[in-house]
């Protein structure tokens, strides 16, 4: 019989998972305790404002390698979009000045001799600074690892808070490290930004649950694990709602749910216990942006303002504020009506353009906080019993908490049981 392998949690670590285990014949059986797949990596149907949303903002990188290659594997490469040349326009609010970060496509850096492609305020020596970031491996912050100055401020920072949504004052400056290495550090090639044509679940989603029935996966929505059956060092059932499922000999768990989940799953598991907001709001006006590289890039930074990137999308403008645990208890009316004038000025809208109805979504516990101690608290996907991985961003994958780093932490998992160590 071939062996199973049980996938508890349906977010993309364990899609990733599943999808591995499946390509190389592993029956899989997937556990998702809610109605749907996609963890927060999900969209849905908002009654009120007539749209489909997702609950976040996820903009891609083309160096995200392992990300583009799930999408290879269920056939939804063609569902993103995004510029043809890299490209991240930004505004300063406070002074309204504009200006697009342009890398060129190779690995050497011409661009940063280009006043017109670099950030205004920098010269080209001020980027070698960034090519210190990757060879940190001590516990420096990202502010203490870079000087104050315009790069840090009108760009850095913006994409340290975006990527470790953690403060520069407080985030792993070798987290950053590992994304810019890919990324930034490989040349405009590998920093091409795409984005879901349609919704979340179009592309990353919705076709990796139907590739994975196509494979002949069963996929248990609904259906919660409250606990795991050990007996002689193994995991030998897991015990739900409808009793227990046994497990075979060669039978195998990934546990891919949220940390706090996990814990009360594996007791005595240490795992990151700090977590940090992320706040997005919804705004239900289809999005022409005047400016010519916004248009172009769907995107924009913004500098100086609460708001802090803004995505145009055809039918409404989303807006991403990350390490928002500060914000999280503001009413959602109040904060609609604070971002909208912003959000009225980035793309160009009438500046009597009235507030339109906004759909504010609060993921108090987004992401594991980004800092030294949190960073020591995630384990790796062993778990010491013999047929039991983990699989999720919070593990030590090198990354911060990113759909890059979901996806390899799945494929971790995987690897781990389709090729036990000796």
């Known amino acids: 019989m071939t062996p199973t392998a049980h996938v508890i949690g349906a977010g993309l670590a364990g899609l990733a998972a599943a999808l591995a285990l499946t390509a190389a014949g592993r029956a899989v059986v997937l556990h998702e305790s809610g109605p749907v797949a996609g963890g927060r990596c999900r969209s849905y149907a908002d009654r009120e404002l007539g749209l489909t949303i997702d609950n976040g903002n996820h903009l891609l990188l083309s160096g995200n390698r392992t990300a583009l290659a799930y999408l290879d594997a269920i056939g939804a490469r063609a569902t993103m979009t995004g510029p043809t040349r890299p490209r991240f326009p930004f505004m300063d609010l406070g002074t309204g000045r504009r200006w697009t970060v342009r890398p060129n496509r190779g690995r050497l850096a011409w661009w940063v001799l280009d006043p017109a492609r670099r950030v205004p305020g920098t010269g080209a020596a001020d ?65 091409l930004p795409l984005l879901p044509r349609h919704s979340l679940a179009a592309s990353f989603i919705d076709p990796a649950i139907a590739t994975l029935r196509a494979r002949g996966a069963e996929v248990r929505f609904s259906h919660r694990v409250a606990a795991l059956a050990l007996e002689a060092g193994r995991v030998v059932g897991l015990r739900g709602t409808e009793g227990t499922i046994p497990l075979g000999p060669d039978d195998a768990v990934v546990l891919a749910v949220p940390p706090w989940v996990a814990t009360g799953l594996l007791p005595g598991l240490a795992v990151p216990d700090a977590f940090e907001a992320i706040l997005n709001l919804h705004y239900a006006t289809p999005a022409v942006p005047d400016p010519p590289d916004v248009r172009i890039a769907g995107f924009v930074g913004l500098i100086g303002g ?29 904060l609609a009506a604070q971002v909208w004038p912003e959000v009225r000025t980035a793309l160009g809208f009438a500046p009597d353009a009235k507030l339109p109805p906004c759909r504010v979504v609060k993921e108090k516990r987004a992401t594991f906080a980004a800092t030294a101690e949190q960073d020591r608290r995630r384990p790796g996907a062993h778990t010491g019993l013999p047929n039991l991985v983990l699989a999720g961003d919070w593990t030590a994958t090198g990354l911060p908490a990113t759909i890059e780093g979901a996806i390899r932490s799945g494929n971790l998992a995987s690897d781990l049981l389709l090729h036990p160590p000796a």
């Open 306 to 334: 609460m708001a802090e990137w803004v995505f145009a999308k055809s039918t409404h403008v989303s807006v991403t504020i990350s390490a928002a645990s500060r914000l999280i208890d503001r009413p959602s009316e109040a």
């Open 127 to 191: 980027y070698l600074r960034l090519l210190h970031l990757p060879r940190i491996t001590d516990d420096r912050t990202v502010a203490e690892s870079l000087p104050d100055n315009a790069l840090f401020r009108r760009l850095v920072a913006p994409l340290a808070i975006a990527a470790l949504n953690t403060s520069p004052d407080e985030g792993l400056a070798r987290l950053l490290g590992a994304v810019v290495r890919e990324t930034l550090l490989a040349g405009g090639a590998a920093c």
